[in-house]
């Protein structure tokens, strides 16, 4: 769905509605997060317009999805520019120097909120303090709810980590999700659950909780002297509130979840292994009763994400950015929300229902639990809304940062550098991106910001990002805050908010520069290590090979062509999962040691930015196999031929011969050009066209399929290409399926038939080549792999146009042939001759085909490379 929605103007609403859909969105690695979408049903013929074309973008061409996506961005531009004028046009005359939102932003950062109170609890874990929490709860009744009531404006009470609901409501009364960030702030965040259990079943659980404690990796000592420093930390914080077994068992709801400890290998500094060890609250454990907080929750009451393509989005943002700067410096600058989710309290109807033990005291936990599903998307709310009031502020012309600014962050300058940056180019887009020389997304807590340099982009680069969040945040350092933290850590800022034309992103080195991406150095180290210990072992657990294969996912959103190689993987995971440990196969071994190489490649030589953004194809080919030979052809006019020998009749499949035919027209364009393509390869095999993207064959009983597979990804890896991952059947495939078939026509009559017939889809230098000794010795080398029976051998058999034109025909003849056919195809009649009726037939089929990339590919929803603006001003997602 889009819309645009506007306060009032006067007596006029501004208003667009179009109809959308229920979708499911798999967000992205790290934190991933599965999301469903409440879209309208209400369509346009409920409407009463039933002649408007659908807008599900699955229903649109790529060109008509790139048009409305151009009209979304011209749209959002306009009621920015509306909206803004409006709101600024309501201040005093002394004030319209600056916007509306400038003079808002001005004024908030200068207001002082009300102090906070001192709380009536104890947040220490000595024997006094649970003793006085435990008396408080029972004065009133043992009703959590009460006790907050009791502590208003304390460090207990939600909202109190925020500026007041008056302040706030004055940036982001016009903001589409005010009304829910508001009730999440000042109500508490909540839990969207569909069922819970009786009393009973909770009592019961309750108990069968409290004996069997935590999970086992707690009882490590390391582990579990860590657990105890965090919940240390956490009650010294005023996050969690210490109370004994006794009154657990009587407060209202109570439920009492198992924690964990996972231990992982980070690299320090100085590039050495060190553990770090995490708490998981552990949400969806189920007790008895089956009733896990995860369990209950809604899945489809769980808001929508917009973090899940972050990272591509900010590459989209980029990509734009140098086309329209070729020679400029692209900056890069990051925020990041200290301790993101402890600055959202529950509502106290749910805190109680998180409550973790730890040697004999419970603990409950005010704020947003990690282990809860629908903790991000509460917090995406909150969070998504403070980048969508940067990204506002980088576009309003009237904000001066000498005027407007937190002074504490002026010392930050760009980083320098010597000389004249080689600065590599991108290449052209297939979609419409805005026209923005600053912008700004986000991932939960991290705020990526990014513009084209210049002294004013460089200053509100630095300072835009803190001069929100300090008018968003409370203040710290009051009397009875408990020592809490600034929302901005100095430490980390210093760091991450300097502008710099490389900078690690979401995980990823992003360099602007050389516009390629990089896996960090320790990353591919840490991971590298991991999976050579794998090998050597030889047998996997179901842990081990979890976290390999959600390593493996993430570098596959940069690496496209390596997700290839993690479905065998993924099928050992549930071979894992069901019956225990698992020896490694041959295929799963082969696999972990192309991913070795290819995470070497992304670390050491990057991936080209081009080749993970939607940009234009660089090459398009089309290829056709038959029993006896294979063809195809590229849009540089190079076109070949292979007729099977007849030894090698039948040792191959039809939907093996197209995909080795697909792969010998991308390896001969790679032989001859530079590194760095898209290529896009049309094939009429629906079986070929989906082994060029994801292996579903078995290695055992289709040992040629991986082989073949291997030696793609070695070559694309090798000259850094890449292939799109959305492709259309050729169904009309009549030039290459007469390029495999007819191999008895000479060249030259060949190549004349198909430049007369199909002058429009024949590039002008279109010529026959004869296949390198190299590529046809790798053909004849897939024979030894065969192992099971050989297909039944066939006869060679022309296409209709090969038949047609067969025989020692001379060029007279032969050109009297091709006028016969063009006449007919001119006057849109079939000619009368019996055996040219079936040519006929097949060249108009073969015209019907649109040979044209941006027929061939499925444009994404604009969500995945562009991120909606002005979303403060009231305007809603693309």
């Known amino acids: 769905m889009f819309a645009l929605h506007l306060p009032l103007l006067g007596k006029e609403q501004i208003t667009r509605n179009r109809s959308g859909r229920t979708t499911t969105d798999i967000v992205g690695p790290a934190r991933s997060q599965t999301t469903i979408t409440k879209r309208p049903k209400k369509s346009h013929a409920a409407n009463g317009d039933s002649k408007t074309r659908s807008t599900n973008p699955i229903d649109l061409t790529p060109r008509e999805a790139t048009l409305q996506t151009k009209k979304e961005i011209q749209a959002m531009e306009k009621v920015r520019h509306i909206l803004g004028k409006f709101l600024t046009s309501k201040l005093p005359e002394s004030d319209t120097k600056r916007s509306w939102l400038v003079t808002t932003l001005h004024t908030m950062i200068k207001e002082h909120p009300s102090p906070m109170k001192e709380c009536n609890l104890k947040f220490n874990t000595s024997a006094a303090a649970i003793s006085h929490n435990d008396e408080v709860f029972a004065q009133n009744e043992y009703n959590y709810s009460k006790v907050v009531s009791m502590n208003p404006s304390t460090i207990i009470s939600p909202g109190i980590e925020f500026r007041s609901e008056k302040t706030l409501n004055k940036i982001w009364e016009n903001h589409k999700d005010w009304k829910l960030i508001k009730d999440i702030i000042f109500e508490g965040a909540d839990y969207p659950c569909n069922s819970s259990p009786t009393e009973e079943e909770r009592q019961s659980d309750l108990e069968f909780m409290i004996k069997r404690g935590n999970h086992p990796s707690t009882a490590v000592k390391e582990n579990h002297e860590a657990m105890v420093r965090n919940y240390d930390k956490e009650v010294k914080k005023g996050w969690m509130i210490p109370i004994s077994l006794g009154t657990v068992r009587q407060l209202d709801n109570a439920r009492i979840i198992p924690v ?128 969508d009031l940067i990204y506002d502020l980088f576009l309003d012309e009237t904000w001066d940062p000498s005027d407007t600014r937190i002074e504490q962050w002026d010392s930050f300058t760009p980083v320098e550098m010597e000389g004249e940056p080689d600065i590599h180019q991108a290449r052209p887009l297939m979609v419409e991106t805005p026209d923005h020389d600053l912008m700004c997304d986000g991932f939960i807590d991290d705020g990526i910001m990014f513009g084209v340099e210049s002294k004013e982009n460089n200053t509100k680069l630095i300072h835009a990002g803190p001069l929100v969040v300090e008018a968003i945040f409370r203040v710290a350092g009051e009397v009875f805050d408990y020592g809490r933290d600034p929302a901005l850590s100095a430490v980390k800022l210093a760091a991450e908010l300097q502008p710099d034309t490389s900078k690690l992103v979401l995980g990823w080195l992003i360099d602007t520069i050389r ?99 939607l940009t234009i194809p660089t090459h398009v080919g089309t290829t056709d196999a038959c029993e006896t030979g294979m063809g195809g052809y590229m849009d540089d006019g190079t076109a070949w031929r292979y007729q099977l020998p007849y030894d090698l009749h039948g040792i191959f499949t039809i939907n093996l011969l197209e995909f080795m035919a697909a792969i010998i027209n991308i390896w001969l364009l790679l032989q001859r050009t530079k590194k760095g393509l898209k290529i896009m390869n049309w094939t009429d095999s629906s079986s070929a066209l989906g082994w060029l993207h994801h292996s579903t064959f078995n290695p055992v009983t289709q040992p040629m399929h991986d082989i073949i597979a291997r030696h793609l990804a070695n070559i694309l890896l090798d000259h850094d290409s890449t292939l799109y991952s959305q492709h259309v059947a050729g169904k009309q495939n009549a030039i290459a399926d007469s390029l495999s078939r007819d191999t008895h026509i000479p060249d030259s009559h060949l190549v004349f038939a198909l430049k007369s017939l199909y002058p429009q889809q024949i590039p002008s230098n279109f010529h026959l080549m004869t296949l390198p000794k190299e590529i046809v010795s790798w053909v004849y080398s897939l024979k030894a792999l065969k192992t099971v029976k050989t297909e039944m051998r066939q006869d060679h058999r022309p296409s209709k146009l090969g038949a047609f034109l067969a025989g020692n025909d001379s060029w007279q003849q032969l050109e009297s042939k091709i006028s016969t056919l063009t006449d007919g195809l001119k006057d849109n009649e079939p000619t009368y001759s019996a055996p040219l009726q079936p040519v006929f037939k097949e060249i108009c089929l073969g015209r019907k085909r649109k040979n044209n990339w941006q027929e061939a590919q499925l444009v994404p929803p604009s969500r995945t490379y562009v991120r909606p603006f002005g979303r403060t001003f009231g305007t809603t997602r693309l």
């Open 260 to 387: 964990g400890v996972v231990s992982q290998w980070t690299i320090d500094k100085e590039g050495n292994r060190t553990i770090k060890r995490r708490l998981t609250h552990d949400c969806t454990f189920s007790p008895p009763s089956g009733h896990s907080i995860n369990n209950d929750i809604d899945k489809e009451l769980i808001d929508d994400c917009m973090y899940g393509h972050c990272l591509r989005r900010v590459l989209h943002g980029l990509h734009s950015q140098r086309l329209r700067h070729p020679k400029l410096r692209i900056l890069l600058a990051k925020i990041d929300l200290d301790a993101a989710y402890r600055r959202l309290i529950v509502n106290p109807k749910w805190a109680v229902t998180s409550i973790s033990i730890v040697k004999q005291v419970a603990y409950l936990l005010t704020r947003i639990t990690f282990g809860v599903s629908s903790g991000p998307s509460r917090y995406c709310r909150v969070s998504e809304a403070i980048f």
């Open 515 to 613: 516009f390629r991406i990089y896996l960090p150095v320790e990353k591919c180290l840490d991971w590298s290590r991991d999976i050579r210990a794998l090998v050597t072992k030889g047998i996997v657990r179901t842990k081990e090979l979890e976290s390999t294969i959600g390593r493996l996912n993430h570098a596959g959103h940069i690496l496209p062509l390596a997700r290839y190689f993690l479905p065998r993987l993924r099928y050992r995971l549930q071979m894992c999962k069901k019956w225990g440990k698992q020896q490694l196969a041959k295929w799963d071994i082969e696999d972990l040691h192309l991913w070795l190489e290819m995470l070497k490649h992304a670390s050491q030589e990057g991936v080209s930015i081009n080749n993970v953004t």
